[in-house]
Nanobody, 118 residues
Framework: VQLQASGGGLVQAGDSLRLSCAAS????????MGWFRQAPGKEREFVAA????????YYAESVRGRFTISRDNAKNTVDLQINSLKPEDTAVYYC????????????WGQGTQVTVSS
């Protein structure tokens, strides 16, 4: 399994950003695809996940309403739309995947940096 995250950058507070994760190596219909983030000096935290087969999405309470996760079956990508960015959203964002019966995420991409200036 290979996960390639992209789309990060330096933005201002209030801007929007769309992260994309290109997934390859297998069929992901029985997988959960997720996004985690790790801010400087903090532990990695769950942001959002989507079950590939159904499109059911799950969000951390801290991002609900501003973040939207989606998947594109044709492109084999999982996107994270981030609106109304805040300085506290500054982090490295990681794309991840796990088989739907697993409790832990097994596969991780390399991360993409999001920096939000105030």
């Amino acid at each position: 399994v290979q996960l390639q995250a992209s789309g990060g950058g330096l933005v201002q507070a209030g801007d929007s950003l769309r992260l994309s994760c290109a997934a390859s190596g297998r069929t992901f219909s029985n997988y959960f695809m997720g996004w985690f983030r790790q801010a400087p000096g903090k532990e990695r935290e769950f942001v959002a996940a989507i079950r590939w087969s159904t499109g059911m999405a799950y969000y951390a309470e801290s991002v609900r309403g501003r973040f939207t996760i989606s998947r594109d079956n044709a492109k084999n990508t999982v996107d994270l739309q981030i609106n109304s960015l805040k300085p506290e959203d500054t982090a490295v964002y990681y794309c991840t995947a796990k088989y739907y019966t697993r409790t832990e995420y097994d596969y991780w991409g390399q991360g993409t940096q999001v920096t939000v200036s105030s």
